[in-house]
Structure formats: structure tokens, C-alpha cells
């Protein structure tokens, strides 16, 4: 009798068992025909006209999406605009990953103002949250770190990043920013540093030793230092009112001029564009 119940029992768990494992089968053969057989550039079409449709600021097309699977596709020559900028890319890649987005080849025209980039970068992870690369020859760094925290490395060709504005040379960033709630608005706190070997001015200057140093306090900035070697010693302290336009960013400088022994008190308040040139 015990042995018959055991006999059952065994039947039972083998029919489960074997119900179990093919209905498992049954689902993974189903997920990869959807995955195989989907029509994915039409699904990502779709996702992306309906995306567009939810933003009526923003406005583009592209010319082909292809190498579209479940977890990715490629936008080739891309156009668009928004009410501020217009923008192309040669190729954006999204991938769902550790980079979930590439974009080659990027030109954005904010009107006075253009920057081209060969490489933009998205990149996903913990420490940091997420990274942000920019390429316009060197590769400038944003890593955004829990608590807030914005830590900028790397340097940016100025040709690029600004064209139109005159300026030419590659600028060296490391900053530190943090924010209290939220990212938007000025940051609450942080420091930056700016050098650079040589810089060209709008007006064909070219600037050499330049050194600055600033702390952030929303969009109040106490400028510490600003030196530069070349064409005449500077030394100067100063502050400066953030504007949305960084270009119209109030900047107040106080310090002097030295030319062989020779020191001239300087001090210039003026925005930003102005005194570049």
C-alpha cells in the first residue's frame, strides 16, 4: 500500500515537472519569435512619432532607422529643431545598456552660435549615476554622482563648442556642483576651474597662461582669481551674475595690468561677450 501512494506521488511531481518544463519552453519559443519576427523599425517608428507628439517643442526626422531589434536602433542623418535651436546628427544609436545613447557627427545652430561635436555620449552605471561625454577633439566628462553631484573633467576645443563667437583654442574644465532639490536652476554650490595654454579672443588676441578660478552660489559666482601670462601679466579678482545666455553673464573684474615694470590698476564690469572682445 505505502508503495503504491509512493509510486502516485513520484507520477504526480514527473507530470508537474514535465508540464512545467514545457510550458517554459513553450514561452521562451514565444519571446523569441516575437523578438526574431517583430517588425521592430515599424515599432520604433511608431514609439518615436508618438514620443515626438508629446513634445511640441521639438521637431525631427531622420532618414532611415535601421539595425532595429528589441533593445536597440540607429537614426541615420537626422534633422530637427526646437524653439530655440536647430540641430543635426549623422547617426544616433540607442541601445538598452551601460550607453544607451551615441550621437555622431552632431551640429546644433543656436542662432548667433553653433557647436559641433564628433561624439556625444551617454553613459549608465553607479558610481557614477550616469556620464555624459562630449568629443570636439578632447573629451569633456559630466558625471553625475548620487547626492545630487555634478563633477565636470576634460577639456572642450572652444572652435567647436561656440563657433561663430571668434574664440579658438582648447579650454581645460574641472568643476564641482551641487544642488539641494531637484537640477533645476543654478547650482547651489561648487567650484570651477578654467586653464588653458592658449586661447584666441574674437578680436585675434591670443591669450596664454590663462588661469581661473570661481566659486558657485547659485547664480551668484565669486570669481578668486583670473590670470593670464601673455600678451600682458593680468592679475584680477571679481564676481559675476549667471544669465541664461551665459554669453550675457554680468562679470565684474578688479585687479591690474603689468607691462615690463609697469602696473596699470585694471577694473572692467561689462557681460561676458563684451569683454571677450
Given at each position: 500500500m505505502a508503495q503504491t501512494i509512493l509510486l502516485s506521488q513520484r507520477k504526480k511531481r514527473g507530470g508537474l515537472l514535465r508540464g512545467t518544463g514545457m510550458t517554459l519552453l513553450f514561452a521562451a519559443a514565444l519571446t523569441a519569435g516575437l523578438i526574431l519576427f517583430t517588425p521592430w523599425p515599424?515599432?520604433?517608428n511608431m514609439a518615436l512619432g508618438s514620443a515626438l507628439e508629446r513634445m511640441p517643442n521639438v521637431r525631427a526626422s531622420w532618414k532611415e532607422l535601421d539595425e532595429a531589434g528589441a533593445f536597440r536602433f540607429r537614426l541615420a542623418?537626422?534633422?530637427?529643431?526646437?524653439h530655440t535651436a536647430r540641430f543635426s546628427a549623422d547617426e544616433v544609436r540607442f541601445a538598452i545598456g551601460f550607453t544607451?545613447?551615441?550621437?555622431r557627427g552632431l551640429d546644433i545652430d543656436f542662432g548667433r552660435t553653433k557647436t559641433s561635436m564628433d561624439e556625444a555620449r551617454l553613459e549608465l552605471g553607479l558610481a557614477p549615476l550616469a556620464r555624459l561625454v562630449l568629443v570636439t577633439g578632447p573629451e569633456l566628462r559630466a558625471d553625475l554622482f548620487r547626492g545630487r553631484t555634478l563633477v565636470v573633467n576634460g577639456g572642450a576645443e572652444l572652435s567647436r563648442l561656440f563657433e561663430g563667437r571668434g574664440l579658438s583654442g582648447v579650454l581645460n574644465v574641472s568643476a564641482d556642483c551641487r544642488w539641494n532639490t531637484g537640477f533645476e536652476g543654478y547650482p547651489n554650490a561648487g567650484n570651477i576651474?578654467?586653464?588653458?595654454?592658449?586661447?584666441?579672443?574674437?578680436?585675434?588676441?591670443?591669450?596664454?597662461?590663462?588661469?581661473?578660478?570661481?566659486?558657485?552660489?547659485?547664480?551668484?559666482?565669486?570669481i578668486r582669481k583670473?590670470?593670464?601670462?601673455?600678451?600682458?601679466?593680468?592679475?584680477?579678482?571679481?564676481?559675476?551674475?549667471?544669465?541664461?545666455?551665459?554669453?550675457?553673464t554680468r562679470v565684474l573684474l578688479d585687479g591690474d595690468l603689468q607691462t615690463g615694470d609697469q602696473r596699470i590698476p585694471f577694473r572692467r564690469e561689462d557681460r561676458l561677450e563684451r569683454l571677450l572682445n
Amino acid at each position: 500500500m505505502a508503495q503504491t501512494i509512493l509510486l502516485s506521488q513520484r507520477k504526480k511531481r514527473g507530470g508537474l515537472l514535465r508540464g512545467t518544463g514545457m510550458t517554459l519552453l513553450f514561452a521562451a519559443a514565444l519571446t523569441a519569435g516575437l523578438i526574431l519576427f517583430t517588425p521592430w523599425p515599424t515599432v520604433w517608428n511608431m514609439a518615436l512619432g508618438s514620443a515626438l507628439e508629446r513634445m511640441p517643442n521639438v521637431r525631427a526626422s531622420w532618414k532611415e532607422l535601421d539595425e532595429a531589434g528589441a533593445f536597440r536602433f540607429r537614426l541615420a542623418q537626422v534633422q530637427g529643431f526646437t524653439h530655440t535651436a536647430r540641430f543635426s546628427a549623422d547617426e544616433v544609436r540607442f541601445a538598452i545598456g551601460f550607453t544607451p545613447l551615441t550621437i555622431r557627427g552632431l551640429d546644433i545652430d543656436f542662432g548667433r552660435t553653433k557647436t559641433s561635436m564628433d561624439e556625444a555620449r551617454l553613459e549608465l552605471g553607479l558610481a557614477p549615476l550616469a556620464r555624459l561625454v562630449l568629443v570636439t577633439g578632447p573629451e569633456l566628462r559630466a558625471d553625475l554622482f548620487r547626492g545630487r553631484t555634478l563633477v565636470v573633467n576634460g577639456g572642450a576645443e572652444l572652435s567647436r563648442l561656440f563657433e561663430g563667437r571668434g574664440l579658438s583654442g582648447v579650454l581645460n574644465v574641472s568643476a564641482d556642483c551641487r544642488w539641494n532639490t531637484g537640477f533645476e536652476g543654478y547650482p547651489n554650490a561648487g567650484n570651477i576651474e578654467l586653464t588653458a595654454e592658449s586661447l584666441t579672443l574674437p578680436d585675434g588676441t591670443e591669450a596664454r597662461g590663462l588661469n581661473i578660478g570661481a566659486d558657485l552660489n547659485g547664480k551668484n559666482v565669486l570669481i578668486r582669481k583670473v590670470a593670464a601670462e601673455e600678451p600682458l601679466r593680468l592679475r584680477a579678482r571679481g564676481t559675476a551674475e549667471l544669465r541664461k545666455n551665459f554669453f550675457y553673464t554680468r562679470v565684474l573684474l578688479d585687479g591690474d595690468l603689468q607691462t615690463g615694470d609697469q602696473r596699470i590698476p585694471f577694473r572692467r564690469e561689462d557681460r561676458l561677450e563684451r569683454l571677450l572682445n
